[in-house]
Nanobody, 115 residues
Framework: QLQLVESGGGLVQPGGSLRLSCAAT????????IGWFRQAPGKEREVVSC????????DYADSVKGRFTISRDNAKNTVYLQMNSLKPEDTAVYYC????????WGQGTQVTVSS
């Protein structure tokens, strides 16, 4: 059974950077497209970015284009989200999702952007 664990969240000042990791255990990520989602208090969960199984295809929400970069290292069974130029509106719990024949979610990691 695939399990996902996010890490790398924390408190950062506006303009700062964080790198989130989504590490998989129990199965290889090779056959899963991966998405990063976020959910702010009182708001619906929204997609932030996604990446294809081989890493050659990526997509981003308009709100994070040019600031966030998704990548994956299948050898390490891990997907990353590099977040630069963070804004207060990026504050949310960030989740990774693996989508194959089934969909799997991690438990989330809190990102707080505040001065």
């Amino acid at each position: 059974q695939l399990q996902l664990v996010e890490s790398g969240g924390g408190l950062v000042q506006p303009g700062g950077s964080l790198r989130l990791s989504c590490a998989a255990t129990g199965s290889t990520l090779d056959y899963y497209a991966i998405g990063w989602f976020r959910q702010a208090p009182g708001k619906e969960r929204e997609v932030v970015s996604c990446i294809t199984t081989n890493g050659h295809g990526t997509d981003y929400a308009d709100s994070v284009k040019g600031r966030f970069t998704i990548s994956r290292d299948n050898a390490k069974n891990t997907v990353y989200l590099q977040m630069n130029s963070l804004k207060p509106e990026d504050t949310a719990v960030y989740y990774c999702n693996a989508r194959g024949t089934r969909s799997y979610w991690g438990q989330g990691t809190q990102v707080t952007v505040s001065s």
